[in-house]
């Protein structure tokens, strides 16, 4: 599948006359950021600044419905998603999000909306009532990950590293984005993003098989024990494998994996013990930022895994 990105730059002054090209793209939080996870909203500024990359907030963004809503009325997700996709396209620029679960529900209402005429001037309809907007299709999602490999570029990345990771690092894909359409120009199937990005920050990345299995976070209220003993599954490969850390792609499953692992070991009886970061809040560590909490991460990896 052919994925147009609209790829746009700005220049900027500094005070000594230097002139930065900075890259644009609007920002999407996803529906946990702001709220239960604001140690990755707390880093994607910074490290967005470091690495030349200027985010554009989305004037009244909604909730993209984070797969919940559509189980009962899929026009209603699809609709709220095609009105952040069109405010994004009234600046001319794509939308870029830390959450997978958010970039994957993007790309299918994109992917629906350019597939049925029909059904998307219906989703038209209802945003051009509502907000007086319509989605052309010409504004896509791109997930956090993707842009730094595809954008802004590993070496650039690399250069840039202030405080190396020096950590056996397991990088968990979940299952959202990994398929066609949603995962960039990295494999749905094998991906190594992940693993590319971790290595030019100065991280070994580990390999274990359930890298890109769900974590059930959907469903953590209603199958509590489903959700528990896949999220356990996930931490015990990694660290079977030799993991130190794990690092999510997706604010969603950051919960499970993270505020929920003590409970996921003791209903299935399996070690999860391990610290879990965001994509954002290491990178955003590697390039220079917060090294308190980088120093705690780290010294929470020594006493778990010894």
């Known amino acids: ?3 147009t990105k609209l790829s746009v730059y700005s220049i900027k002054l500094t ?4 002139v930065i090209i900075m890259a644009k ?4 939080p996803g529906n946990t950021a702001r709220a239960a ?4 909203e707390d880093c994607i500024v910074p490290l967005c600044k470091t690495l030349g990359i200027e985010l554009i907030e989305i004037p009244k963004a909604s909730s ?8 009962a009325s899929p026009k209603l997700q699809h609709s709220l998603v095609a009105r952040n996709l069109a405010l994004a396209e009234q600046k001319s620029i794509d939308i870029m999000t830390t959450c997978a679960t958010s970039h994957a529900i993007m790309c299918d209402t994109a992917d629906i909306i350019a597939s049925d005429s029909v059904y998307a001037s219906q989703l038209n309809n209802l945003i051009s009532l509502t907000s007086g907007i319509e989605y052309l299709g010409e504004s896509k999602s791109r997930h956090l990950l993707h842009y730094l490999v595809e954008e802004i570029g590993l070496d650039k990345i690399s250069a840039a590293v202030i405080n190396p990771i020096k950590l056996n690092v397991a990088g968990y894909y979940g299952s959202n984005m990994q398929r066609e359409g949603a995962c960039g120009d990295d494999d749905a ?12 920050m100065g991280g070994t990345p580990i390999d274990y098989e359930l890298k ?15 959700a528990m003993a896949m999220t356990a599954a996930v931490l015990a490969d990694a660290k079977q494998n030799g993991a130190d850390i794990m690092v999510s792609a997706c604010t969603i499953s950051h919960s499970n994996l993270d505020s929920y692992q003590s409970r996921a070991g003791k209903l299935t009886g399996k070690d999860t013990a391990m610290p879990v970061v965001h994509l ?3 990178v955003a560590f590697a390039l220079g930022h917060y090294p308190d909490r980088f120093a705690q991460l780290r010294t929470r990896a020594l006493i778990i895994g010894s």
């Open 1 to 3: 599948m052919l994925i």
């Open 15 to 18: 005070r000594d006359s230097k």
């Open 25 to 28: 793209i609007a920002y999407y």
């Open 37 to 40: 996870s604001m140690e990755v």
């Open 64 to 71: 993209d419905g984070g797969n919940i809503i559509s189980q």
């Open 189 to 200: 199937f094998l991906p190594n993003y992940l693993e590319q990005l971790i290595t030019a």
């Open 212 to 226: 890109c299995q769900s974590v059930g976070a959907p469903s953590l209220l209603t199958l509590e024990g489903t």
């Open 280 to 282: 954002a809040e290491l």
